[in-house]
Protein backbone atom coordinates (compact mmCIF):
# COMPACT_ATOMS: atom_id res chain seq x y z
CA UNK A 1 0.00 0.00 0.00
CA UNK A 2 1.12 3.25 -0.95
CA UNK A 3 -0.34 5.17 2.44
CA UNK A 4 -1.48 8.63 2.36
CA UNK A 5 -0.38 10.40 -0.37
CA UNK A 6 -0.20 14.38 -0.22
CA UNK A 7 0.96 17.10 -2.60
CA UNK A 8 2.73 19.10 -2.93
CA UNK A 9 5.33 18.52 -0.44
CA UNK A 10 6.38 21.74 -0.13
CA UNK A 11 4.21 25.24 -1.13
CA UNK A 12 5.53 29.35 -1.28
CA UNK A 13 2.91 31.61 -2.18
CA UNK A 14 2.43 35.27 -1.76
CA UNK A 15 -0.22 36.35 0.58
CA UNK A 16 -3.50 36.84 -0.96
CA UNK A 17 -2.76 34.25 -3.32
CA UNK A 18 -5.46 30.83 -3.52
CA UNK A 19 -3.68 27.51 -2.64
CA UNK A 20 -4.68 24.14 -2.60
CA UNK A 21 -3.81 21.27 -0.67
CA UNK A 22 -4.56 17.42 -1.84
CA UNK A 23 -4.38 14.28 -0.20
CA UNK A 24 -5.14 10.71 -1.92
CA UNK A 25 -6.32 8.42 1.61
CA UNK A 26 -5.02 5.09 1.86
CA UNK A 27 -7.56 2.27 0.01
CA UNK A 28 -10.65 1.12 2.23
CA UNK A 29 -10.64 3.92 4.44
CA UNK A 30 -13.64 6.07 5.29
CA UNK A 31 -12.39 8.58 7.41
CA UNK A 32 -10.32 11.65 6.56
CA UNK A 33 -8.82 14.29 8.47
CA UNK A 34 -6.73 17.51 7.84
CA UNK A 35 -4.16 18.86 10.44
CA UNK A 36 -2.09 21.81 10.94
CA UNK A 37 1.10 21.40 13.00
CA UNK A 38 2.98 25.02 14.13
CA UNK A 39 5.86 25.02 16.94
CA UNK A 40 3.53 27.79 18.74
CA UNK A 41 0.15 25.78 18.46
CA UNK A 42 1.21 22.04 18.00
CA UNK A 43 -1.08 19.87 16.21
CA UNK A 44 -4.40 20.99 15.58
CA UNK A 45 -7.64 18.78 13.93
CA UNK A 46 -8.99 21.39 11.20
CA UNK A 47 -11.97 19.17 9.85
CA UNK A 48 -13.04 15.73 9.07
CA UNK A 49 -14.39 13.75 6.97
CA UNK A 50 -16.60 9.91 7.44
CA UNK A 51 -17.66 8.32 3.74
CA UNK A 52 -16.87 11.62 2.35
CA UNK A 53 -19.12 13.50 4.74
CA UNK A 54 -17.97 16.44 6.94
CA UNK A 55 -18.19 15.48 10.02
CA UNK A 56 -16.94 18.20 12.14
CA UNK A 57 -15.46 21.78 10.90
CA UNK A 58 -14.86 23.24 14.28
CA UNK A 59 -11.67 23.21 13.84
CA UNK A 60 -11.50 25.44 10.49
CA UNK A 61 -10.13 28.75 11.47
CA UNK A 62 -12.02 31.00 9.18
CA UNK A 63 -13.97 31.25 6.13
CA UNK A 64 -10.81 31.16 3.89
CA UNK A 65 -10.49 27.92 4.72
CA UNK A 66 -12.67 25.10 3.39
CA UNK A 67 -12.13 21.46 2.21
CA UNK A 68 -14.64 19.06 -0.04
CA UNK A 69 -13.46 15.07 -0.53
CA UNK A 70 -15.71 14.59 -3.53
CA UNK A 71 -15.15 10.84 -3.61
CA UNK A 72 -13.71 8.19 -1.14
CA UNK A 73 -10.25 8.73 -2.71
CA UNK A 74 -9.61 12.62 -3.06
CA UNK A 75 -10.19 15.39 -0.92
CA UNK A 76 -8.65 19.05 -0.60
CA UNK A 77 -7.80 22.09 1.58
CA UNK A 78 -8.03 25.41 -0.02
CA UNK A 79 -6.86 28.85 1.34
CA UNK A 80 -8.35 31.96 -0.54
CA UNK A 81 -6.56 34.19 0.32
CA UNK A 82 -3.49 33.43 2.13
CA UNK A 83 -1.91 34.79 4.77
CA UNK A 84 1.16 34.58 6.05
CA UNK A 85 -0.36 32.98 9.69
CA UNK A 86 -1.32 30.15 7.62
CA UNK A 87 2.47 28.96 7.22
CA UNK A 88 2.44 25.81 8.92
CA UNK A 89 2.76 22.18 8.16
CA UNK A 90 -0.35 20.39 6.99
CA UNK A 91 -1.49 16.54 7.14
CA UNK A 92 -3.99 14.33 5.82
CA UNK A 93 -4.83 11.20 7.65
CA UNK A 94 -7.07 8.59 7.18
CA UNK A 95 -8.85 5.99 8.98
CA UNK A 96 -11.25 2.84 8.61
CA UNK A 97 -13.85 3.22 11.34
CA UNK A 98 -14.60 -0.15 11.20
CA UNK A 99 -10.92 -1.36 12.24
CA UNK A 100 -9.22 -0.16 15.10
CA UNK A 101 -9.33 3.54 14.08
CA UNK A 102 -5.82 4.12 14.70
CA UNK A 103 -4.89 7.01 12.07
CA UNK A 104 -2.47 6.79 9.38
CA UNK A 105 -0.52 9.77 8.28
CA UNK A 106 0.57 10.98 5.08
CA UNK A 107 4.00 12.96 5.13
CA UNK A 108 2.79 16.55 5.27
CA UNK A 109 2.72 19.71 3.03
CA UNK A 110 4.71 22.68 4.14
CA UNK A 111 3.32 25.97 3.31
CA UNK A 112 5.17 29.16 3.32
CA UNK A 113 3.23 32.54 2.66
CA UNK A 114 4.78 35.21 2.12
CA UNK B 1 -15.57 15.98 27.10
CA UNK B 2 -11.72 14.15 26.59
CA UNK B 3 -8.51 15.63 27.08
CA UNK B 4 -5.22 14.57 26.66
CA UNK B 5 -2.20 15.73 28.34
CA UNK B 6 1.44 15.10 28.52
CA UNK B 7 3.29 15.99 31.68
CA UNK B 8 6.76 16.75 29.67
CA UNK B 9 7.02 19.07 26.66
CA UNK B 10 10.69 18.10 26.20
CA UNK B 11 12.82 14.94 27.67
CA UNK B 12 16.85 15.03 27.47
CA UNK B 13 18.40 12.02 27.79
CA UNK B 14 21.54 10.00 27.36
CA UNK B 15 22.11 7.05 25.31
CA UNK B 16 21.16 3.67 26.36
CA UNK B 17 19.74 5.46 29.97
CA UNK B 18 15.67 4.60 30.68
CA UNK B 19 12.91 6.98 30.10
CA UNK B 20 9.32 7.86 30.96
CA UNK B 21 6.91 9.94 28.49
CA UNK B 22 3.96 10.64 30.93
CA UNK B 23 0.36 10.53 29.56
CA UNK B 24 -2.68 11.40 31.17
CA UNK B 25 -6.29 11.40 30.00
CA UNK B 26 -9.64 12.15 31.23
CA UNK B 27 -12.48 10.52 29.21
CA UNK B 28 -16.21 9.07 31.08
CA UNK B 29 -16.38 6.53 28.84
CA UNK B 30 -14.57 3.60 27.48
CA UNK B 31 -11.34 4.46 25.09
CA UNK B 32 -8.46 3.59 23.14
CA UNK B 33 -5.07 4.75 23.87
CA UNK B 34 -2.11 5.60 21.65
CA UNK B 35 1.31 6.59 21.07
CA UNK B 36 2.08 7.85 17.66
CA UNK B 37 5.97 9.21 16.77
CA UNK B 38 7.14 11.65 14.47
CA UNK B 39 10.68 11.84 13.11
CA UNK B 40 11.96 15.44 11.79
CA UNK B 41 10.47 16.17 8.71
CA UNK B 42 7.80 12.96 8.71
CA UNK B 43 4.00 12.55 9.72
CA UNK B 44 3.17 11.18 12.44
CA UNK B 45 3.38 7.08 12.85
CA UNK B 46 1.45 4.70 15.48
CA UNK B 47 4.27 3.65 17.68
CA UNK B 48 1.56 1.29 19.95
CA UNK B 49 -2.09 0.82 20.95
CA UNK B 50 -4.32 -0.45 23.47
CA UNK B 51 -7.49 -1.44 22.66
CA UNK B 52 -8.59 -3.88 25.31
CA UNK B 53 -7.07 -6.93 27.13
CA UNK B 54 -3.23 -7.01 28.40
CA UNK B 55 -2.84 -3.41 30.04
CA UNK B 56 1.00 -3.67 29.03
CA UNK B 57 1.35 -2.61 25.36
CA UNK B 58 4.78 -3.05 23.51
CA UNK B 59 5.91 -1.98 19.87
CA UNK B 60 8.54 -3.14 17.81
CA UNK B 61 11.60 -1.13 18.79
CA UNK B 62 11.32 -1.88 22.82
CA UNK B 63 8.87 0.93 23.72
CA UNK B 64 5.90 0.12 26.28
CA UNK B 65 3.23 1.46 27.33
CA UNK B 66 0.75 0.74 30.07
CA UNK B 67 -2.84 1.53 30.58
CA UNK B 68 -3.89 2.19 34.04
CA UNK B 69 -7.68 2.81 34.71
CA UNK B 70 -7.62 4.42 38.08
CA UNK B 71 -4.90 6.50 37.29
CA UNK B 72 -6.20 7.50 34.21
CA UNK B 73 -2.50 7.09 32.54
CA UNK B 74 -0.92 5.78 29.36
CA UNK B 75 3.07 6.44 30.03
CA UNK B 76 5.52 5.12 27.55
CA UNK B 77 8.58 4.15 28.41
CA UNK B 78 11.78 1.93 27.16
CA UNK B 79 14.64 0.64 29.30
CA UNK B 80 17.67 1.48 26.61
CA UNK B 81 16.94 4.61 24.36
CA UNK B 82 19.13 5.14 21.32
CA UNK B 83 19.86 7.74 19.09
CA UNK B 84 17.48 6.74 16.42
CA UNK B 85 14.66 7.43 19.07
CA UNK B 86 15.06 11.16 18.78
CA UNK B 87 11.81 12.29 17.72
CA UNK B 88 8.63 13.81 19.31
CA UNK B 89 5.87 11.49 21.12
CA UNK B 90 2.00 12.00 21.54
CA UNK B 91 -0.21 10.39 23.23
CA UNK B 92 -3.31 10.52 21.77
CA UNK B 93 -7.30 8.74 23.27
CA UNK B 94 -10.45 7.70 20.99
CA UNK B 95 -13.49 6.42 22.31
CA UNK B 96 -15.28 3.41 20.98
CA UNK B 97 -17.90 5.50 19.52
CA UNK B 98 -16.41 8.41 18.11
CA UNK B 99 -14.37 9.19 14.81
CA UNK B 100 -11.89 11.79 16.76
CA UNK B 101 -9.09 11.08 17.79
CA UNK B 102 -7.68 13.76 20.93
CA UNK B 103 -3.73 14.05 20.55
CA UNK B 104 -1.55 15.28 23.37
CA UNK B 105 0.73 18.24 22.98
CA UNK B 106 4.03 16.02 22.27
CA UNK B 107 6.71 15.49 24.19
CA UNK B 108 10.31 15.97 22.48
CA UNK B 109 12.50 13.12 23.44
CA UNK B 110 16.67 14.27 23.10
CA UNK B 111 18.97 11.14 23.03
CA UNK B 112 22.17 12.76 23.56
CA UNK B 113 25.57 10.74 23.08
Known amino acids: DAGVIQSPRHEVTEMGQEVTLRCKPISGHNSLFWYRQTMMRGLELLIYFNNNVPIDDSGMPEDRFSAKMPNASFSTLKIQPSEPRDSAVYFC????????????FGPGTRLTVT | AQSVTQLDSQVPVFEEAPVELRCNYSSSVSVYLFWYVQYPNQGLQLLLK??????LVESINGFEAEFNKSQTSFHLRKPSVHISDTAEYFCAVRTGGGFKTIFGAGTRLFVKA
Open chain 2, 50 to 55: YLSGST
Open chain 1, 93 to 104: ASSFTGGFYEQY
